[in-house]
């Protein structure tokens, strides 16, 4: 039951905060999250790499294409709520065209993403968590 809730509330935030991101921006969706999701102790049988299959199983389920900085600020916020502390990274890859990507990091080990993703994108120093708007 624990892991069919998250799913559900999983596919319920994903498209609101792909949504807000659009109209408010990521200052303010963090913001948001940080406000409503609030942190739970810790879950003994769930661990981060569970909840991110579980974020990554309901965004492939979305009627439209989830992009990675809700799917990474939905995962920080459930991860969050099962009592986990996260980091948002972000980073950039130019290949022939400049592409960024957001992941999240639990401490220091990539989550819901390929394993070697720091590799692929050049990170920006900053990190973002809902425990502080900004972690250097």
């Known amino acids: 039951w624990p ?14 905060t792909a949504g807000l991101l659009k109209v408010t921006g990521f200052k303010r969706v963090m913001a948001l999250h940080r406000r409503f999701v609030r942190v739970n102790p810790p879950l003994p049988t769930m661990d981060a ?10 965004a492939q389920r979305q009627p439209w294409k989830i ?13 969050r709520w099962k009592g986990i502390s996260g980091e948002l990274r972000v980073g950039v ?15 220091g080990v990539v989550v819901g ?3 070697n993703i720091g590799q692929q994108y050049a990170a920006f120093n900053a ?3 809902l425990d502080g708007e900004h972690i250097q």
């Open 3 to 16: 892991e069919r809730q998250l799913f559900i509330v999983g596919l319920m935030l994903l498209p609101i």
């Open 49 to 58: 790499q569970t909840i991110g299959r579980l974020v990554n199983g309901a």
């Open 67 to 79: 992009y990675c900085l809700p799917r990474a600020i939905v995962l920080l916020s459930l991860l």
């Open 93 to 107: 890859q130019s290949a022939e065209m400049l592409t960024a990507h957001a992941w999240v990091e639990v401490d």
């Open 113 to 115: 993403d390929a394993v």
């Open 127 to 129: 990190k973002f968590s």
